[in-house]
């Protein structure tokens, strides 16, 4: 029997995956689906005009609440620099070096988001699976997103299809994780699964 093989190296498959995982990044970590914030009337801290509410969040409201910082956040982002389109011949190095702002203001979006994101208060019955939400969003979503910038400001397309490639894995874990919390936004796949 024939080994199977993938042609991963394809200029087109690299070109059709470096565009998925843009896609993820943007659209699958954050969601493009509405979702309402809660109606809780306490008070508020402000980061970066978004208001994150104080005190202690049941997970009802904890999921509104991060979906709604999701939503704004992705919305920042669609009215930032527009995705790269890089061909059926793959990301070059002077195409990924002119997509740089767009991956650099993917990066900053989700550093910002993951800082709200922090300041919610879970009540105690969520609140480890809150904090390994988190955990995973920094380490797969936030640091993964600046590691893309770098290596797309870089021009380093092997580089930084491979780290992309690497992370779809924690992507879909993290997905997971966020519907487990009732998440309808954050690190929703739907849309990921689509791309």
């Known amino acids: 029997m ?35 914030g809660g109606d809780d009337t306490s008070s508020t801290t402000t980061t970066s005009s978004v208001s994150v509410p104080s005190g202690q ?11 709604s910082l999701c939503t704004a956040t992705n919305q920042q982002l669609k009215d930032g620099p527009a ?46 699976d809150w904090q390994a939400f988190l955990k995973s969003y920094e380490t797969n979503v936030v640091e993964q997103s600046a590691a893309l910038a770098d290596l797309a400001a870089a021009g380093d397309q092997d580089k930084f299809f491979s780290t992309a490639l690497d992370g779809q894995a924690a992507l ?9 919390l009732g998440m309808k936004v954050c690190g929703a796949s739907d849309t990921a699964a689509s791309s």
């Open 2 to 36: 024939k080994p199977h093989s993938r042609n991963t190296h394809s200029p087109a498959v690299r070109a059709l995956t470096v565009a998925a995982v843009s896609s993820t990044f943007v659209l699958g970590g954050l969601g493009l689906s509405a979702c309402g």
């Open 57 to 67: 969040l049941s997970a009802d409201k904890l999921a509104a609440e991060a979906d």
């Open 83 to 128: 995705p790269p389109d890089f061909g059926e011949d793959g990301p070059q190095s002077d195409e990924m070096k002119a997509a740089a702002p767009y991956f650099q203001a993917t990066a900053d979006g989700q550093q910002q988001l993951y800082d709200q994101l922090s300041q919610l208060q879970p009540a105690s019955d969520v609140a480890k």
């Open 172 to 180: 879909q874990d993290l997905s997971a994780m966020s519907s487990g």
